[in-house]
């Protein structure tokens, strides 16, 4: 069936560091992505978001990349800090509906 | 500006007891609105959505139900719950317009013991 995952369930980075995190769909008719990060005990909170008409988007600190020939998604966020410790989430926009990985959980290292 | 309230932020039920859930969103008109589940370090699971009053859509069959009683207002009930609802619940509303992002509500934690 169609799905949407993450590569790697964590991820350690230095402070200060670069982080990507990675993830893969099946579903070669989507169009729209999103990226959330959520923290401990609260609701996923919006990143950053790409249409597939688009190969890369970029925001404060954050950039999604889109390679829709191998059907990537990655959220590189540059000079990781403390704040940036959390779980993140690829979500894959179908009609009115979205469908998450599992996560990615990101530990940054002072 | 727009904003999502849900409530209770944590929630202990015995097994058998009946649950509501509600969560009401401001400063928009006829949002899309959704309830997702999520176990312990696990992604969301899509429970509910509904793109109008009283269009209700499941995604999963399971113990529990939702209703739209208005255009901001989201309910997830139980008549009994079972040890298996315990989770994260979230809701959360996107603009009716197909493709775009949800924003999500703040969570209940519901424990059923």
């Known amino acids: 069936g169609e799905s949407v995952g993450l590569h790697l369930p964590t991820l350690s980075v230095q402070e200060g560091d670069n982080s990507i995190i990675n993830c893969a769909y099946s579903?070669?008719?989507?169009?729209?992505f999103i990226w959330y990060k959520q923290e401990s005990g609260k609701g996923p909170q919006f990143i950053i978001d790409?249409?597939?008409?688009?190969d890369k988007r970029q925001g404060q600190r954050v950039t999604v990349l889109l390679n829709k020939t191998v059907k990537h998604l990655s959220l590189q966020i540059a000079a990781t800090q403390p704040g940036d410790s959390a779980v993140y989430f690829c979500?894959?926009?179908?009609?009115?509906?979205?469908?998450f990985g599992a996560g990615t959980t990101v530990t940054v290292r002072a | 500006s727009q904003t999502i309230h849900q409530w209770p932020a944590t929630l202990v039920q015995p097994v058998g007891s009946p649950l509501s859930l509600e969560c009401t969103v401001e400063?928009?008109?006829?949002?899309?609105l959704y309830w997702y589940r999520q176990a312990a370090g696990r992604g969301l699971q899509l429970l509910f959505y509904?793109?109008?009053?009283?269009?209700i859509s499941s995604e999963v069959p399971q113990n529990l139900s939702a209703s739209r009683p208005q255009d901001r207002q989201f309910i997830l009930s139980s008549k009994k719950l079972l040890l298996s609802d315990s989770g994260f619940y979230l809701c959360?509303?996107?603009f009716g317009q197909g493709r775009e992002k949800l924003f999500f509500g703040s969570g209940t934690q519901l424990s059923v013991l």
């Open positions: 509904s793109v109008g009053i009283g269009q």
């Open positions: 790409i249409r597939s008409n688009m």
């Open positions: 400063g928009t008109s006829n949002p899309n």
């Open positions: 959360a509303w996107s």
């Open positions: 579903n070669s008719a989507s169009d729209y």
């Open positions: 979500a894959e926009n179908n009609d009115y509906k979205l469908s």
